[in-house]
């Protein structure tokens, strides 16, 4: 319910894609707050072994929200879940429908380590220019591919490119999902090299910044490589790090 005021917040303010950016990661407080306050039991039960959740951390006040484009990739994704591992770090997915279908045991994984796997089309097309038929084919084909995968169905949609428009959010809408894009662009696709995405994150980085970067959709060879500098000095920083979900 909580969930759903946020949505209706996220209509009221309506248009500014942004603030959208912001009531989305609102809901992230709003529903780690009503989960589990259930105790944990320290021998999981023998009969219900499943039902033992986890001991809840507590989410950081001082957070960014990292997030990783068009994969799985085979080379790049499985890098990337490595690095986030090391430094403790937990991480959105914004996936495309038809990579998942290629490689539907990252997705698997990414879920398994923790984090988040959200929708970001089947084949990485630009929303604005679709039919509402296509729209919803884009968008229910990547959400039953991840949800094959993850047992649940992703509640964020990024739109390729960021692009937005009206119809674009009243279709999203209608299919239930939330518009997601970021506040920090790494432009890591640009290849611009590793220091300059460094300092690119670094240099515009503030508590509750959505952080673009990408794990698939080409070669992210230089992503992979700023990473670990990234992640050490946002942690020197004392940032935490909070998923998204919608
Ligand atoms: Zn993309």
């Known amino acids: 319910m909580d969930v759903r005021l946020t949505r209706a917040g996220n209509r009221a303010v309506g248009l500014a894609v942004m603030m959208l950016v912001s ?3 609102g809901s992230v407080v709003v529903a780690a707050a009503k989960s589990p306050a259930k105790p944990v039991t320290p021998t999981p039960p023998a009969a219900a072994p499943a039902a033992v959740t986890p001991s809840p951390t507590p989410l950081p006040t001082k957070y960014v929200v990292l997030t990783f484009d068009d994969g799985p990739d085979a080379e790049y994704t499985p890098k990337v879940l490595d690095i986030l591992a090391l430094y ?3 991480a959105t997915f914004f996936e495309v429908g038809q990579n998942v279908r290629k490689h539907p045991e990252l997705t698997k994984q990414l879920h398994a380590a923790g984090h988040s796997v959200q929708n970001h089309t089947w084949d990485h ?3 604005r220019k679709l039919t509402a038929a296509r729209f919803q084919q884009e968008v229910r084909l990547t959400d039953q591919a991840i949800r094959a995968q993850i047992g649940s169905t992703p509640g964020c949609l990024r739109p390729p490119y960021g692009g937005v ?8 809408r209608q299919l239930g ?5 970021w506040t920090v662009d790494s432009r890591d696709w640009t290849k611009p090299g590793t220091a300059a995405i460094v300092q690119r994150v670094l240099k515009n980085v503030h508590s509750g910044s959505v952080i673009l970067m990408h794990d698939g959709g080409g070669n992210r060879s230089q992503t992979v490589a700023a990473l670990p500098t990234i992640l050490k000095a946002l942690k020197a920083q004392g940032y935490g790090f909070r998923t998204l979900t919608c």
Do not use: E, F, H, T
């Open 125 to 127: 097309s630009d929303l």
């Open 23 to 25: 009531a989305v990661i």
């Open 165 to 172: 428009n009206p119809a674009v959010r009243q279709r999203a």
């Open 177 to 181: 999902k939330d518009l997601v894009v």
């Open 88 to 90: 403790g770090a937990k």
